[in-house]
């Protein structure tokens, strides 16, 4: 290399070093820039966050089962179908009920009648008292007259005599009539005919006949989607099989599953925010902690580990939190049983408990009830028509 060479080589040399420094620079500055916003996101946002994919959307599965025996003569919902509640599901054969219905409010008037006529008869015991009690003061006015005459010898002593047995007789004859009315008062003392015994039994028999006829309409217990269908018309069922079964989907929640490292400052009442895969990150539903499982998924799994074996290897637990959804954005992108999610809990806020404030929840249904009002209302019918006024 000539002189005049020289210098031009190092003068690229050196800008080549600069330029590398430079971005060496820049570099740094970024990375320490980066470490800077993450530091800053961490203790600002991130610390205060515990998320989860291993989050799936659970509810209430009612099951559909018959309480009585009988034949299926119709199914009137389907899988996927929605049901409203109180709408008949499946209609067993009622042959036999209503015959045992008809005997039972038979028997019930029949009772009604018989019980009337005990009534009836206080009177007619009550009659006969006051004429036993006419007939023993007209015998003993008659002893009294003979007697008084006797001493002149107006009368025998035989006259005499047949008038105190006429006395005895028209005494047995009241303690008799007395006896009879005691005895048919103690069967209607104290009650009507409607509250006397003999028809409240027989009206509990029609109201179990009434039952058993009623039960064989199988009625929606909630509102939701008919799913896991398998009766069929013409089987054959028996009380407790399972027909098919309805998901008010309007009441499902998310079950989401952390892990035992993510719990120390998670707390009910806390805010949730939540993605559903089949919706994707643009929806987003909100909602908050509600409780936390008793134990975690392998404690209460079919068959749990047995950690006190020698082969033991520790693996990180999962325990089950209950979130529940905002109903308002639930109607809007309704989800379905079994759906994945992401959740984020914000535990920012860790004053609140795990255990003490979880919040009881009833579930409970009235369809059956109108069932029991129908047949008091049978029965008080059938109670007028046979009373009498």
């Known amino acids: 290399m000539n002189t005049a060479q020289r210098p031009v080589a190092e003068e690229q040399g050196t800008e080549q070093n600069g330029k590398r420094k430079r971005m060496m620079t820049l570099l740094v500055v970024a990375i320490v820039i980066a470490a800077i916003a993450?530091?800053?996101y961490y203790f600002l946002v991130a610390r205060f966050s515990e998320d989860t994919d291993d989050a799936y959307v659970n509810g209430n599965v009612v099951q559909i089962t018959p309480q009585v025996t009988g034949t299926v003569i119709a199914v009137n919902a389907d899988d996927t179908q929605?049901?409203?509640?109180g709408e008949p599901l499946v209609q067993l054969d009622p042959a036999d009920s209503r015959i045992a219905l008809q005997q039972a409010e038979a028997d019930l008037g029949q009772t009604v009648r018989q019980v009337r006529g005990l009534f009836a008869n206080d009177s007619q015991y009550q009659a006969q008292v006051a004429v036993r009690q006419a007939d023993l003061s007209r015998a003993q006015d008659d002893l009294h007259r003979r007697m008084q005459v006797a001493q002149t010898g107006a009368v025998s002593q035989e006259e005499v005599s047949h008038a105190s047995d006429t006395v005895k007789s028209a005494q047995a004859a009241l303690d008799a009539a007395q006896q009879q009315l005691a005895a048919n008062r103690a069967?209607?003392?104290n009650t009507t005919i409607a509250d006397h015994p003999n028809v409240m039994a027989a009206a509990a028999r029609v109201r179990d006949a009434y039952l058993a006829n009623a039960r064989?309409?199988?009625?929606?217990p909630v509102t939701g989607y008919v799913a896991k269908r398998s009766v069929q018309v013409g089987?054959?069922?028996s009380p407790g099989t399972p027909l098919m079964s309805v998901v008010p989907l309007n009441a499902v929640w998310v079950d989401a599953n952390f892990k035992e490292v993510q719990l120390?400052?998670?707390r009910i009442g806390q805010p949730v925010e939540m993605t559903a895969d089949v919706y994707g990150s643009s929806v987003v539903y909100h909602g908050k902690v509600v409780g936390f499982s008793a134990g975690t998924g392998s404690a209460f799994s079919l068959l749990p580990a047995q950690n006190a074996t020698g082969n033991w290897i520790k693996v990180v637990q999962?325990?089950?939190?209950r979130v529940a959804l905002d109903p308002a954005e639930l109607e809007k992108h309704p989800l379905r049983i079994g759906l994945s999610m992401q959740v984020d809990v914000n535990i920012?806020?860790?004053s609140g408990s795990q255990l003490g404030n979880a919040q009881n929840t009833v579930y409970q249904t009235d369809v059956f009830e109108k069932y029991g009002d129908e047949a008091d209302a049978e029965i008080a019918r059938i109670i007028a028509e046979n009373a009498g006024k």
């Open 216 to 220: 064989n309409t199988l009625p929606a």
């Open 318 to 321: 999962r325990l089950p939190v």
């Open 264 to 266: 120390k400052h998670m």
């Open 187 to 189: 069967l209607t003392a």
């Open 38 to 40: 993450y530091g800053l």
């Open 82 to 85: 929605t049901v409203k509640i």
């Open 348 to 350: 920012k806020d860790d």
């Open 235 to 237: 089987q054959r069922v």
